[in-house]
Nanobody
């Protein structure tokens, strides 16, 4: 089975930066695209950023525009989320997700990495 593993989370103060990474256990992976989601305590999961396999069609949630940047590597198969000027409101568990070719939706999910931003 293909496994996605996130890393890079931690506890930081507001204004700090973190870079999340997500690596696939399979070195090459055919995908439509990939994304980062997050879920804060007591809230629904939300899309943070997404990117097509080509590197185009990049979308960001309004709450992170100008602060977060999503990028990807084809080989090795990784996706990154650079998070700058973190806010307390960014505190959440962050998940990477991949939509493989042939799948109807995002069908691979990582275990999540905790990001905690203190004031």
């Amino acid at each position: 089975q293909v496994q996605l593993v996130e890393s890079g989370g931690g506890t930081v103060q507001a204004g700090a930066s973190l870079r999340l990474s997500c690596a696939a256990s399979q070195r090459t992976l055919s995908t439509y695209g990939m994304a980062w989601f997050r879920q804060a305590a007591g809230k629904e999961r939300e899309l943070v950023a997404s990117i097509a396999w080509s590197g185009g069609n990049i979308h960001y949630a309004d709450s992170v525009k100008g602060r977060f940047t999503i990028s990807r590597e084809k080989v090795p198969n990784k996706v990154y989320l650079q998070m700058n000027n973190l806010k307390v409101e960014d505190t959440a568990v962050y998940y990477c997700a991949v939509q493989r070719v042939g799948a109807r939706q995002y069908d691979l999910w990582g275990q999540g990495t905790q990001v905690t931003v203190s004031s």
